[in-house]
């Protein structure tokens, strides 16, 4: 059996975003890693699988701007030889007033373990970590008489 791979989550950046339209400047990045193993299990392709969850909903895929950051799926490939891959949160600018909003990844273990290797990775200390997405719209003031 392989040596397996501990896979964490290795750094997020910026921890907050404004919400606003694509600008392709304005993302949070959260960067997984995988550690360990040997050499053969390096050589080939590892897909991480995580959660998002928190308040900010994730947009439909049918009309982007019904969501609050463009939806990224479950899963993330950490390429042949590479150490690391990539997960990026874009805000989307919705128009409604919400305040911030906050949007966690957190790393799973494997959908389905490799049948003949078992499973290819386990979970370090840093599986979990949270952006805030700032909300853009001013807030609406109510004054009576």
Same mark, same amino acid.
């Given at each position: ?6 896979? /964490? ?57 019904? +969501?609050?950051?463009?939806?990224? +799926? ?6 042949? +030889? ?16 919400? +305040? ?19 499973? /290819? ?25």
């Amino acid at each position: 059996m392989a040596t397996l791979f501990t896979v /964490q989550i290795q750094s997020v950046t910026p921890l907050t975003v404004l919400e606003n339209e694509l600008d392709t400047l304005n993302y949070s990045v959260f960067t997984i890693e995988r550690t360990g193993g040997d050499a053969a299990g390096l050589a080939e392709d590892l897909v991480v699988y995580f959660n998002i969850s928190g308040n900010a909903t994730p947009s439909t895929g049918i009309i982007p701007e019904t +969501g609050d950051y463009v939806n990224v +799926g479950d899963s993330v490939t950490i390429l042949a +030889g590479n150490t690391t891959a990539t997960v990026q949160i874009a805000p989307l600018d919705d128009l409604q007033v919400e +305040g911030t909003e906050a949007v966690t990844l957190t790393l799973r273990d494997p959908v389905t373990p490799d049948p003949v290797l078992g499973p /290819q990775y386990v979970l370090g200390d840093n599986a979990s970590a949270t952006i805030s997405i700032v909300d853009d719209e001013p807030a609406h003031i109510v004054t009576g008489k």
